[in-house]
């Protein structure tokens, strides 16, 4: 599946670019990060994901709430002041899954603009929690992410 958008910060491109292409910067918008461990352009997060209101839909499994997830990653195609991009695979419930996000950035008039690009192969978990249910998933947490990325650069 993929998603795209586009926002605007107050912030400098140069700002922008040191919280996006420093995978412990970037974490620092990440959801429920319990863990990372960095080697130059390559990293491993280790994090949770809340699937409570999720979980309802698939079998009454309510039980279900947090589901711990293992992303490795690495840092590509960096320009700097421009574009990076995050490429890696993760594991949930002994299941994989990968991830490759573009993100672009360019001045604005008011501080820097901000176009990205994400696609996720959800595999099995797409298999066994549906579809629909996984694309709101990752829509969900993606926006968060989105979120997070702009309050932090905001500040």
């Known amino acids: 599946m993929e998603t795209q958008g586009e ?14 292409s420093d995978a412990k910067e970037f974490s620092k918008s990440l959801p429920n990060v319990k863990n990372i ?3 130059g352009d390559k990293f491993m997060i280790k994090f949770e994901v809340d699937i409570r ?3 309802s839909r698939f079998l009454g499994a309510s039980y279900l709430s947090n589901m711990n997830t293992k992303f490795e990653g690495e840092l590509k195609d960096k320009v700097q002041n421009k574009h990076v991009a995050i490429d890696g695979t993760g594991y949930a419930m002994g ?15 008011n501080g820097t603009k901000i176009i990205w690009k994400a696609e996720i192969g959800a595999g099995g978990l797409a298999k066994i929690f549906g579809e629909s249910t996984m694309e709101a998933a990752v829509k969900d947490t993606v926006g968060q992410i989105i979120t997070n ?7």
Request: net charge negative.
């Open 7 to 20: 926002f605007e910060v107050k912030s400098a491109p140069e700002k922008v670019w040191n919280s996006i």
């Open 37 to 39: 461990e960095t080697n």
């Open 53 to 55: 209101k999720y979980t």
């Open 95 to 109: 299941m994989k899954f990968f991830i490759s996000l573009s993100v672009d950035i360019f001045p604005s008039q």
């Open 149 to 155: 990325i702009e309050d932090r650069l905001n500040e």
